[in-house]
Every structure is written in C-alpha cells, then in structure tokens.
C-alpha cells in the first residue's frame, strides 16, 4: 500500500525519527505532536483496525508502546502518559495504518481519555449493555 504514510516510513521512502522497532512494530515521533515526545507505534504490516491484527501483533504494539512510553518520561521527565488509538473513521482514525499514540503528559495540559468524546450519546442501562456485549463476546 504505497500511499499509506506509515507503510512509506517502514519502507524507508519518508523520513522519520525512529525511536524503536523490532520484528513486528515500529515507534517514531508523530510529526505534528500534541505534547513534546508524542510518538506513534505502528505495525509492520499493513492493517486498518486492530482487529485484523494477530494476536502477537497487538501483544508487541503494546509492549513497544510501553517501553517506549517509560522511556520518553525518563528522558523528557513526563511524570505521566496516555496511549490512545483511534480505530476506525468514526473515531477519529485519519491515518488507516493502526497506530498507538503515546502522549506524555507534564502536567497542566487537562483532559484524559475520558473527555476525548466531546458529545455524550445515549445512555441505555449498564446491565442492557453489557448482556449485548458479553452475548458477541460467546460468538
Ligand atoms: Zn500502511
């Protein structure tokens, strides 16, 4: 997929500032950070969502995406972090190559995860939500 900016990065077509990789991910810095050190992980190979990623996929975007995390606060000396991924246009997803977003975070800069969405939808009983979900879990 030559127009995906992250599979052009990998193949070493982009320049970036590569901060980890190994045999399965890559962790560079994202080129428009939201806070200083803000790094993307990204699968070698091509794939949209998470979903579609093997198990040992998602286990080293994970593991990479910490380590570097705990790396950035030592160097930056970020007494916090957020991960985040947006899987999916409908949430938020611009890049369709999955990527976790490490945020260091210094303090002062507001929000968490929790405030991301910035219009609540409809709330149904807890107890009716999780019946659906644990009803797909089965299948
Ligand atoms: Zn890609």
């Given amino acids: 997929m030559e127009a995906c900016p992250f599979c052009r990065i990998r193949e070493g077509s982009v320049a970036a500032h590569l901060l980890y990789q190994d045999e399965e991910v890559l962790a560079f810095l994202d080129i428009s950070p939201v806070t200083q050190g803000h790094t993307l992980v990204v699968p070698r190979r091509h794939a949209a969502s998470l979903t579609s990623c093997p198990p040992g996929t998602i286990a080293a975007l994970f593991l990479a995406a910490v380590r570097v995390a705990g790396a950035i606060q030592r160097a930056l000396g970020a007494p916090g972090f957020n991960l985040g991924l947006n899987d999916g246009r409908a949430a938020g997803q611009e890049v369709p190559h999955v990527h976790v977003h490490v945020i260091p975070r210094y303090g002062g800069e ?3 995860v929790q405030r991301m969405v910035q219009r609540r939808g409809p ?8 019946a659906k979900i644990l009803a797909a879990m089965r299948t």
Wanted: glycine share 28%; charged share 10%.
């Fill in 110 to 112: 507001g929000g968490g």
């Fill in 123 to 130: 709330a149904p009983p807890l107890a009716e939500t999780a």
